[in-house]
């Protein structure tokens, strides 16, 4: 699992309001806890309101709502792939399909979207 698929896995954990270990996080991550450690010390330093020590747990200490455009690579490839299938048909949604590709392409220019390819 990339780094970053995890750190936003440990927040949507961590979004139920209760305290969670380094131990319980790992488990459910596939981690060890000395990567827990080092992303829990890394998600602080960050800014994100996240409070706990080693030995103890970890917790969101306030409420932490993440931008809908917060994607796996997976869910991105998918709705991409989706969307392509809309775009290309002769669907009645085909021109708002190439119009979403766009958007998606502007506002995640990690999807490396093709917009020369759009439309």
Known sequence: MKRDARLYDIVQILRDGRLHTAGE???AL???????WRDMTMMSATGLPVEGERGLGYILRSPLMLPPT??????LEALV????HVADGASP???AA???LVKIATL???AGID?????
């Open 115 to 119: 917009t020369e390819k759009v439309g």
């Open 93 to 95: 949604r085909a021109r």
């Open 108 to 110: 995640l220019p990690q």
């Open 98 to 100: 190439r119009s979403l």
């Open 30 to 36: 596939g981690v060890s806890t000395r990567t827990i």
């Open 70 to 75: 917060m994607l796996t690579p997976d869910e």
């Open 25 to 27: 996080l790992a488990a």
């Open 81 to 84: 792939e989706g969307l392509r």
